[in-house]
T-cell receptor
Framework: RKEVEQDPGPFNVPEGATVAFNCTYS??????FFWYRQDCRKEPKLLMS???SGNEDGRFTAQLNRASQYISLLIRDSKLSDSATYLC????????????FGDGTTLTVKP | NAGVTQTPKFRVLKTGQSMTLLCAQD?????MYWYRQDPGMGLRLIHY???????AKGEVPDGYNVSRLKKQNFLLGLESAAPSQTSVYFC??????????????FGPGTRLTVT
């Protein structure tokens, strides 16, 4: 079993739709959680950190459920520019900053 | 402030040749990492460094060596390239935030083909 698992998709949605991605992690010692975005043939870029109380950044909302060991990303009012692969990332503070990346969920937003 | 830069951007090698990939960061980050990403797959950690003069093995270290002689630079070497090392290589750096988490910042990648 992978340490971080994501539904690979692809998710194909129309502009304006709301879409949600889930990610599960297996190591209960995981302490920090992030969503990264990766455009085709580009480097991953930090989208947002995920806090225990949940957090929102514009159209993006991230949630953490430690009991069930999953995190989620909700995108409202999807834009064409949201088309990308979304990577779930977890790390353990004592692990020398090493992060474990999920394989990503691909989103395509269509006109 | 250039962030994380990688040299070269593209390279084609023949089997058995050697090369060094250079990663440089100007953010004074302590931690640096080398990943590879194969088509349609996730990132896999090759080697990492927690500070100048230190290196450690990641998930897939075989066939690679690294050095971190200066804090801002992290070099990845392939001593004898093999076709299985055809991949996109990403370098990243990070720091420990006040909240004890590590946000990673990536370079643009090096696309390596071994024939």
């Amino acid at each position: 079993r992978k340490e971080v698992e994501q539904d690979p998709g692809p998710f194909n949605v129309p502009e304006g739709a709301t879409v949600a991605f889930n990610c599960t992690y297996s190591n209960s010692a995981s302490q920090s959680f992030f969503w990264y975005r990766q455009d085709c043939r580009k480097e991953p870029k930090l989208l947002m950190s995920v806090y225990s109380s949940g957090n929102e950044d514009g159209r993006f909302t991230a949630q953490l459920n430690r009991a069930s060991q999953y995190i989620s990303l909700l995108i409202r009012d999807s834009k064409l520019s949201d088309s990308a692969t979304y990577l779930c990332v977890v790390n353990i503070w004592t692990n020398a900053g090493k992060s474990t990346f999920g394989d990503g969920t691909t989103l395509t937003v269509k006109p | 402030n250039a962030g994380v830069t990688q040299t070269p951007k593209f390279r084609v090698l023949k089997t058995g040749q050697s090369m060094t990939l250079l990663c440089a960061q100007d953010m004074n980050h302590e931690y640096m990492y080398w990943y590879r990403q194969d088509p349609g797959m996730g990132l896999r950690l090759i080697h990492y460094s927690v500070g100048e003069g230190t290196t450690a093995k990641g998930e897939v270290p075989d066939g690679y060596n690294v050095s971190r002689l200066k804090k801002q630079n992290f070099l990845l070497g392939l001593e004898s390239a093999a076709p299985s090392q055809t991949s996109v290589y990403f370098c990243a750096s990070s720091f420990r935030t006040s909240g004890n988490s590590y946000e990673q910042y990536f370079g643009p990648g090096t696309r390596l083909t071994v024939t």
